[in-house]
């Protein structure tokens, strides 16, 4: 018997949308990864609060760190994705840089932005005034804070960037991004929500879209059989205008359109697209025979280990902080956090066509270097702690 471990992975990004007709402004949707990248930064803040509390420092402090965290956050990844990963195309026309909504976020950006914006905060005094949501005024003074050296905030802000992490590549997941390569075995994911957009291609004629498994061949590790269901809306039905788009159009489309192939094989005749028409009790539906490609699944192999690294973090701070000295528990988070994130680039489908020329991707270059200063922090926390 063979134990099947694969799904087929199509959830819409959009959780709902916020009504805004009425004020002649179209819905807002609300997605999963923004969603997700919010609540990281809630859950950790409200962490934060128990950590200050404990150690007898202010909860405005919190809030302070947050702010700087946030922004520093945005700001990072979004110039990171933006320089390090296509830099020719955006310096060319630095508005796009601005366009965050259109997705390209870099961890690594985010981490630098972080490293500087609690520098900033540990070293300076730097108020904001607003009205509502705007900033008004602001006002900085060189002000170190009173038992929060700068190793002593990051060794605290680890925990938390861990816990945003999870969630973050949780939502990456939810957005069927960031795939992963071909498991070649009976486990893995099929992710076929742009294949599902595509064979949507009329909301007048199409009422529903489900993906039915097929019986998995062993001999042909890493490829499930399945079929592309377009259950027709009540009273359409096929036409020779239809079957023109089927063969033409939409066929070309799922066997040329990046998103798609990379996941979905669809099986092609002379005639276009192997397909059959079934009546299920009067409403048509078209059955379009394909292959699934089983691949990995990155983003939750990274959201475990952010999980895990926060846990251990956590026991560090609980029960060895009076003992520690300030940075170890940084150190420690740079060296796991990063050298996963090294090795879990191995499972990642490269983001940009360039990192197909290099030894190692761009994740695992800038990887290195930030697991370098773990280990140079690391060795010198050590060292302080030999010579006391």
């Known amino acids: 018997m063979i134990l099947l471990e694969y799904i087929i992975w199509s959830p819409d ?14 819905d807002r949707p609300i997605v999963w990864y923004g969603l997700l990248f919010a609540m990281g930064f809630i859950i950790g803040q409200q962490i934060s609060y128990k950590i200050f509390k404990t150690e007898g420092h ?18 990072g990844a979004r110039l990171g994705h933006c320089l390090f990963y296509n830099p020719s195309y955006y310096l060319s026309d630095p508005i796009e840089i601005l366009k965050i909504w259109e997705g390209g976020l870099a961890s690594h950006g985010g981490a630098i932005g972080i490293f500087v914006a609690l520098w900033l905060y540990a070293n300076y005094d730097i108020r904001l005034k607003w009205i509502l949501v705007i900033p008004t005024s602001f006002s900085v003074k060189k002000r170190k804070k009173e038992g929060q050296s700068y190793l002593w905030v990051l ?41 599902e957009e595509i064979l949507n291609f009329d909301d007048n004629v199409i009422e529903e879209v489900v993906f039915e498994e097929g019986v998995y061949d062993p001999g042909n590790p890493g490829y499930l059989p399945l079929k592309a269901v377009l259950k027709l809306k009540s009273g359409v039905q096929e036409d020779e205008a239809m079957k023109r788009f089927i063969n ?29 028409i079934i009546d299920d009790a009067g409403v048509e539906q078209i059955e379009i025979k394909a292959t699934g490609i089983l691949r990995h699944t990155p983003q939750l192999y990274e959201a475990l280990a952010c999980l895990i ?22 150190s420690v988070f740079m060296v796991l956090l990063w050298g996963d994130r090294f090795f879990n680039e191995f499972f990642k489908m490269d983001q940009e066509a360039f990192e197909a020329s290099l030894p190692i991707n761009m994740g695992q270059i800038l990887s290195i ?20």
């Open 58 to 75: 202010s909860e405005k402090d919190v809030d302070t760190l947050t702010t700087f965290m946030v922004i520093a956050t945005i700001l």
């Open 248 to 276: 033409g159009q939409l066929a070309y489309s799922l066997n040329n359109y990046q998103e798609v192939v990379q996941h979905v094989d669809f099986t092609s005749t002379r005639r276009g697209l192997d397909y059959q």
């Open 13 to 26: 990004p959009v959780i709902f949308k916020i009504p805004l007709s009425f004020l002649g402004l179209p």
């Open 369 to 388: 270097p930030l697991i370098l200063i773990g280990l140079a922090v690391f060795l010198k926390t050590v060292q302080k702690r030999e010579e006391a």
């Open 155 to 195: 060794d605290r802000v680890a925990i938390v960037v861990a816990i945003t992490g999870a969630l973050i590549r949780t939502g990456n997941f939810m957005n069927s991004e960031m795939e992963g390569v071909k498991t070649g075995t009976n486990f893995g994911v099929v992710y076929a929500r742009a294949t």
């Open 309 to 330: 690294i926060a846990f251990i973090l956590w026991v560090l701070w609980n029960y060895k902080r009076a003992t520690l000295n300030d940075g170890l528990i940084f």
